[in-house]
């Protein structure tokens, strides 16, 4: 029978970098250096559910259950919002957004 | 060769996929059709379209798909303008139809996927900024996903026939552009062209990469995985950045929804129109072919050859030709039936018009004054096409055009005629 | 005994405004102060639920500037019973924080203002304990109602998961997120909760359950969660265990399996949940903006998003890792496991009884001594809140005793759409005990 190993996750350099530029955030130094470090420790905290077996136990996707709610195919109840280009740039009744 | 596609299709609901906005009428101005959620506002909340559920299960079931009991949503984010909340809300496990297929003569191209999700917003492209209208974000749409079973470039103009003349009848429009990413791989690696607007373009970007790939084996030379995007002016491929990979995503569940019970819905049986020409061409010894082209995009036509009897079925199939022939596509059944009894075969127009109890109507034209009054409803209506009137230029065209349309006027004469009579009553 | 909320005259509305604006400058209990005159009931509305015309920033730079056009559904059903919202409250940046430190101008504590208010919703505490016959609508992911409530000296209601519609609620983590109150007294809770529970077609979320009252007679403290808690605060438990047992309470010690993940377990659903709320933030649309359009779109995205505050970096980096597709099942899903577990061993006690613990495991500290403290050590003071939250159970934090002047909050926990016997309880506990409150205005 084989042990069960327990892998702490640490992450590298590389990792870190990538995950930055995915979640499009941008870091000075200070922060780099805390939230690389913090981030490790974090991790270490959650690595604790590496020893949880729960193989058969049902994934509560929401903490009670949520009954299907649909709507009608219909105007009739539009999400009212009041002057939509208040808090946006806007041109032309176009939204202003970045250079693709 | 091997090739999959990922087809994506606007559904023909009223409103959109999770408020209740118009999808489709009135789109003109942009950003008209807006609410919090699909602005992606901070605050806002999903709701799903049951429309939009309905119909996503009918188009699973037409491609002979097993409907999950319990389909379900999940967040894939990715950060472009167009996408106001940094996810789209699509399917994957949960999705509405997996494991279905398209006929093809004896040959079944595997969907592994049919999927709801929501469009994103229209961006246009400027020089040092991007024009958003989110008046197309959140329009429902199907991803159809196949299996990599196209073996050829024939095969793949078949399929996207079979499988729009499919969605024809489960009520899609069909003039819409279809948005294809399409996966070849003539070797091992595997090279996705993302975003491909419409079947012509779909076809050349195939023809293009199956001439590139061929090329680069001939040469020895390896293929590379990678993205490319399909350039229309030059009809050709280009490598392209991968924006995001499948890593990235972070697809997760996505809260705002729940699980949604597919069990109880009631999906009638798909009409699928080529089985139906094969059907009709055995049953009436009559060329497949030629019953194919009538009804694979033709509700009626369907539905008459259906109602004949063998007897009938070759003068019926000209009746037919004949309507077509003389530009009359507003005639009804009964109509139809009447003609059918009659000998058409070297008649003109109007003769035939005739026959069918119909006067040739001259089309009358729309007299000035007509216009006149037409535009200032317009005006008198629409204060806020008033106020930008005078000083927009894009509403200004936006308001000729919409006169072009109702009075079927074309030519630059008319449109300066228009714009004078718009500017008078601005004026005033 | 029934509801009663501070309405103004005309002449009154001046003085108690320049009041409220005086106490806030100390305090820092309001975002926003609302100084139009206002013909209601005054409550005030935590800053991550959208009022119609007043900013909503969630305390965050990136949503600087943002004024919403719609008004969340809470707000809007009590508007329509004659409540009027006096202003925005001050809170940890998108409810990132358990002390209300997360914030430009953090909160103070109103008995002490060394100490911490507690948090995420630490506005909505103070100006409870500040205004009087004060209603604050607040919001609870993993504790932050409790937290801030148990610190300030007054009662927390956090209603069962999906009762009060979600509309318009700037999103933290959506299956967990629960918009709650604050008050001091079982009648204006009461009151509040009965206006805006209910189903709402705007939030799939939200449910139409009946909400009811079956009020057990039996107590249960888990002694495997409450054994790691602070020496002293045990004590005086103990003292409230033994006045509610005079009341007839019968109080059973018992353990819970599973409880000791519950805190990474939510730390893991929030982030990633969090992570995905949070990538609307881009810098055009609303809120923080980033001039330059002629900067590609990464770039602009990356600028706008050094707004963040660092706790939402990190949350945010976090996040997007967790839901990473190589490691999603390591986490994620063993954490979503884990709340199955939990919900279910919690369910077999509060089928016959509530369930009862100290609201927080320290004693209100200074704002001094958490403020260099570890994301890990500050994650851990959640370790009585996260359960309820986790899986979403209607709880209430109530205060039970004054410690060298300040107070001690004891939180008590029921089943799923049982809420109202919080309230029952609350009213038969304020019958033998005196809410304490340095000051008062209004």
């Given at each position: 029978?084989?042990?069960?190993?327990?892998?702490?996750?640490?992450?590298?350099?590389?990792e870190?970098?990538?995950?930055?530029?995915?979640?499009?955030?941008?870091?000075?130094?200070e922060e780099?250096?805390?939230?690389?470090k913090d981030i490790?420790?974090?991790?270490?905290?959650f690595?604790?559910?590496?020893?949880v077996?729960?193989?058969?136990?049902?994934?509560?996707f929401?903490?009670?259950?949520?009954?299907?709610?649909?709507?009608?195919?219909?105007?009739?109840?539009?999400?009212?919002?009041?002057?939509?280009?208040?808090?946006?740039e806007?041109?032309?009744?176009?939204f202003?957004?970045?250079?693709? | 060769?091997?090739?999959?596609?990922?087809?994506?299709?606007?559904?023909?609901?009223?409103?959109?996929?999770?408020?209740?906005?118009?999808a489709?009428?009135?789109?003109?101005?942009?950003?008209?059709?807006?609410?919090?959620?699909?602005?992606?506002?901070?605050?806002?909340?999903?709701?799903?379209?049951?429309?939009?559920?309905?119909?996503?299960?009918?188009?699973?079931?037409?491609?002979?798909?097993?409907?999950?009991?319990?389909?379900?949503?999940?967040?894939?984010?990715?950060?472009y303008?167009?996408l106001?909340?940094?996810?789209?809300?699509?399917?994957?496990?949960?999705?509405?139809?997996?494991?279905?297929y398209?006929?093809?003569?004896?040959?079944?191209?595997?969907?592994?996927?049919v999927?709801?999700?929501?469009?994103p917003?229209?961006?246009?492209?400027?020089?040092?900024?991007?024009l958003?209208d989110?008046?197309?974000?959140?329009?429902p749409?199907?991803?159809?996903v196949?299996?990599?079973?196209?073996?050829?470039?024939?095969?793949?103009?078949?399929?996207?026939?079979?499988?729009r003349?499919?969605?024809?009848?489960?009520?899609?429009?069909?003039n819409?552009?279809?948005?294809?990413?399409?996966?070849i791989?003539?070797?091992?690696?595997?090279?996705?062209?993302?975003?491909?607007?419409?079947?012509?373009?779909?076809?050349?970007?195939?023809e293009?990469?199956?001439?590139r790939?061929?090329?680069?084996i001939?040469e020895?030379?390896?293929?590379?995985?990678?993205?490319?995007?399909y350039?229309e002016?030059?009809?050709?491929?280009?490598?392209?950045?991968?924006k995001e990979?499948?890593?990235?995503?972070?697809?997760?569940?996505?809260?705002?929804l729940?699980f949604?019970?597919?069990?109880?819905?009631?999906?009638?049986?798909?009409?699928?129109?080529?089985?139906?020409?094969?059907?009709?061409?055995?049953?009436?010894?009559?060329?497949?072919?030629?019953?194919?082209?009538?009804?694979?995009?033709?509700?009626?036509?369907?539905?008459?050859?259906?109602?004949?009897s063998?007897?009938?079925?070759?003068?019926?199939?000209?009746?037919?030709?004949?309507?077509?022939?003389?530009g009359?596509?507003?005639?009804?059944e009964?109509?139809?039936?009447?003609?059918?009894?009659?000998?058409?075969?070297?008649?003109e127009?109007?003769?035939?018009?005739q026959?069918l109890?119909?006067?040739?109507?001259?089309?009358?034209?729309?007299?000035?004054?007509e216009?006149?009054?037409g535009?200032?409803?317009?005006l008198?209506?629409?204060?806020?096409?008033?106020?930008?009137?005078?000083?927009?230029?894009?509403?200004?065209?936006?308001?000729?055009?919409?006169?072009?349309?109702?009075?079927?006027?074309?030519?630059?004469?008319?449109?300066?005629?228009?714009k004078?009579?718009?500017?008078?009553?601005?004026?005033? | 005994?029934t509801?009663k909320?501070?309405s103004?005259?005309?002449?009154?509305?001046?003085?108690?405004?320049?009041?409220?604006?005086?106490a806030?400058?100390?305090?820092?209990?309001?975002?926003?102060?609302?100084?139009?005159k206002k013909?209601?009931?005054?409550?005030?509305?935590?800053?991550?639920?959208?009022?119609?015309?007043m900013?909503?920033?969630?305390?965050?730079?990136?949503?600087?500037?943002?004024?919403?056009?719609?008004?969340?559904?809470?707000?809007?059903?009590?508007?329509?019973?004659?409540?009027?919202?006096?202003?925005?409250?001050?809170?940890?940046?998108?409810?990132f924080?358990?002390?209300?430190?997360?914030?430009?101008?953090p909160?103070?504590?109103?008995?002490?203002?060394e100490?911490?208010a507690?948090g995420?919703?630490?506005?909505?505490?103070v100006?409870?304990?500040?205004?009087?016959?004060?209603v604050?609508?607040?919001?609870s992911t993993?504790g932050?109602?409790?937290?801030?409530?148990?610190?300030?000296?007054?009662?927390?209601?956090?209603?069962?998961?999906?009762?009060?519609?979600?509309?318009?609620?700037?999103?933290?983590?959506?299956?967990l997120?629960?918009?709650?109150?604050?008050?001091?007294?079982?009648?204006n809770l009461?009151?509040?909760?009965?206006?805006?529970?209910?189903?709402?077609?705007?939030?799939?979320?939200?449910l139409?359950n009946?909400?009811?009252?079956k009020?057990?007679?039996?107590?249960?403290?888990?002694?495997?969660?409450?054994?790691?808690?602070?020496?002293?605060?045990?004590?005086r438990?103990?003292?409230?265990?033994?006045?509610?047992?005079?009341?007839?309470?019968?109080?059973?010690?018992?353990?819970?399996?599973?409880?000791?993940?519950?805190v990474?377990?939510?730390?893991?659903?929030?982030?990633?949940?969090?992570?995905t709320?949070?990538?609307k933030?881009?810098?055009?649309?609303?809120?923080?903006?980033?001039?330059?359009?002629?900067?590609?779109?990464?770039?602009?995205?990356?600028?706008a998003?050094?707004?963040?505050?660092?706790?939402?970096?990190?949350?945010?980096?976090?996040?997007t890792?967790?839901?990473?597709?190589?490691?999603?099942?390591?986490?994620?899903?063993?954490?979503?496991?884990?709340?199955?577990?939990?919900?279910?061993?919690?369910?077999?006690?509060?089928?016959?009884?509530?369930?009862i613990?100290?609201?927080?495991?320290i004693?209100?500290?200074?704002?001094?001594?958490?403020?260099?403290?570890?994301p890990?050590?500050?994650?851990?003071?959640?370790?009585?809140?996260v359960?309820?939250?986790?899986?979403?159970?209607?709880?209430?934090?109530?205060?039970?005793?004054?410690?060298?002047?300040?107070?001690?909050?004891?939180?008590?926990?029921?089943?799923?759409?049982?809420?109202?016997?919080?309230?029952d309880?609350?009213?038969?506990?304020?019958?033998?005990?005196?809410?304490k409150?340095?000051?008062?205005?209004?």
């Open positions: 029978m084989l042990g069960i190993i327990v892998l702490y996750l640490k992450m590298e350099k590389g870190f970098e990538r995950l930055l530029k995915t979640a499009r955030i941008e870091l000075d130094e780099y250096s805390s939230i690389e490790n420790e974090i991790l270490r905290f690595d604790k559910l590496e020893n077996s729960l193989e058969n136990e049902e994934l509560a929401h903490p009670v259950e949520i009954p299907e709610k649909l709507r009608d195919d219909s105007t009739e109840n539009k999400n009212e919002i009041e002057n939509i280009f208040y808090n946006g806007n041109y032309r009744f176009y202003l957004g970045p250079k693709i | 060769m091997k090739i999959g596609l990922e087809v994506h299709v606007a559904l023909p609901t009223k409103t959109k996929l999770f408020c209740s906005d118009l489709y009428e009135n789109q003109e101005e942009p950003n008209s059709n807006v609410c919090p959620v699909c602005l992606g506002l901070p605050g806002a909340k999903p709701v799903l379209n049951q429309n939009a559920l309905d119909i996503s299960a009918r188009i699973a079931k037409a491609l002979n798909c097993e409907i999950n009991e319990k389909t379900w949503f999940v967040r894939k984010v990715y950060f303008p167009d106001p909340k940094g996810y789209q809300i699509t399917q994957l496990d949960g999705a509405i139809g997996i494991k279905g398209v006929d093809l003569n004896g040959k079944k191209i595997g969907i592994r996927r999927q709801i999700e929501e469009d917003a229209r961006i246009i492209r400027e020089k040092d900024y991007s958003i989110f008046n197309r974000s959140g329009v749409l199907n991803e159809i196949t299996e990599p079973d196209i073996t050829s470039l024939e095969e793949l103009k078949n399929f996207i026939e079979e499988l003349s499919i969605l024809y009848y489960q009520g899609v429009n069909i819409q552009e279809l948005k294809t990413d399409l996966n791989s003539l070797a091992e690696k595997r090279v996705e062209v993302k975003n491909v607007t419409g079947v012509k373009n779909l076809i050349s970007a195939a293009y990469e199956i001439k790939q061929s090329v680069l001939k020895g030379k390896k293929i590379n995985a990678e993205t490319r995007s350039k002016d030059s009809n050709e491929t280009v490598s392209s950045r991968e990979t499948e890593e990235e995503y972070g697809f997760t569940f996505e809260p705002d729940t949604y019970d597919t069990t109880k819905l009631t999906i009638p049986k798909a009409v699928i129109a080529s089985n139906i020409a094969k059907e009709l061409a055995d049953k009436n010894e009559y060329n497949e072919k030629t019953i194919r082209e009538l009804i694979l995009f033709n509700r009626r036509n369907l539905s008459l050859l259906t109602s004949i063998k007897e009938e079925f070759k003068k019926g199939v000209s009746l037919i030709e004949k309507f077509a022939s003389f009359i596509e507003d005639y009804s009964q109509e139809f039936r009447k003609m059918l009894d009659k000998d058409v075969s070297s008649i127009k109007e003769g035939f018009l026959l109890g119909r006067t040739n109507k001259s089309e009358k034209k729309a007299d000035k004054t216009i006149e009054a535009i200032k409803e317009m008198s209506s629409d204060k806020t096409l008033f106020d930008r009137g005078i000083k927009d230029e894009k509403a200004m065209n936006f308001m000729i055009g919409e006169v072009k349309e109702k009075y079927h006027i074309t030519g630059k004469e008319a449109a300066d005629f228009i004078k009579v718009i500017k008078g009553m601005l004026n005033n | 005994m509801a909320f501070l103004l005259t005309d002449s009154e509305y001046a003085i108690f405004i320049s009041q409220l604006k005086q806030n400058e100390r305090l820092n209990a309001f975002n926003f102060i609302d100084e139009n013909s209601g009931k005054i409550i005030s509305v935590k800053d991550n639920i959208c009022v119609k015309g900013p909503a920033t969630a305390s965050s730079k990136i949503l600087q500037g943002y004024m919403p056009g719609f008004n969340a559904t809470a707000v809007q059903r009590l508007e329509n019973s004659g409540f009027s919202v006096i202003g925005k409250t001050n809170m940890d940046e998108f409810g924080g358990s002390f209300g430190l997360n914030s430009e101008h909160a103070k504590n109103p008995f002490n203002e100490y911490v507690g995420s919703s630490s506005g909505s505490a100006a409870t304990a500040l205004i009087k016959e004060h604050s609508i607040a919001e993993g932050s109602i409790s937290a801030p409530a148990a610190f300030c000296g007054v009662v927390g209601l956090t209603p069962t998961y999906g009762a009060i519609s979600r509309y318009g609620l700037i999103d933290y983590a959506s299956s997120d629960k918009i709650g109150f604050i008050g001091k007294s079982a009648d009461r009151d509040v909760m009965e206006k805006t529970v209910g189903s709402d077609p705007k939030d799939t979320t939200s139409s009946v909400i009811s009252n009020n057990p007679h039996k107590l249960y403290v888990i002694d495997n969660l409450v054994e790691n808690i602070d020496e002293s605060i045990k004590d438990f103990e003292d409230l265990l033994a006045k509610l047992s005079a009341k007839d309470y019968e109080i059973e010690h018992v353990n819970v399996d599973y409880l000791e993940y519950s990474p377990a939510y730390y893991i659903l929030s982030m990633s949940e969090a992570s709320n949070l990538a933030y881009q810098g055009f649309k609303y809120g923080f903006k980033v001039k330059d359009f002629s900067l590609n779109y990464n770039e602009f995205f990356m600028s998003r050094k707004q963040f505050g660092k706790e939402a970096k990190r949350r945010v980096i976090l996040g890792f967790i839901r990473s597709k190589s490691i999603k099942q390591r986490y994620y899903e063993k954490a979503l496991a884990i709340r199955h577990a939990i919900i279910a061993r919690m369910k077999k006690f509060l089928n016959d009884g509530f369930i613990m100290p609201s927080m495991p004693f209100t500290p200074k704002i001094s001594e958490v403020s260099d403290i570890s890990v050590e500050a994650y851990s003071m959640d370790m009585l809140t359960p309820p939250n986790l899986c979403g159970f209607p709880h209430m934090s109530f205060p039970y005793f004054y410690e060298k002047g300040m107070p001690l909050g004891a939180q008590i926990i029921t089943d799923h759409f049982n809420d109202y016997s919080l309230l309880f609350l009213s038969e506990w304020e019958s033998g005990f005196k809410y409150f340095k000051e008062e205005i209004g």
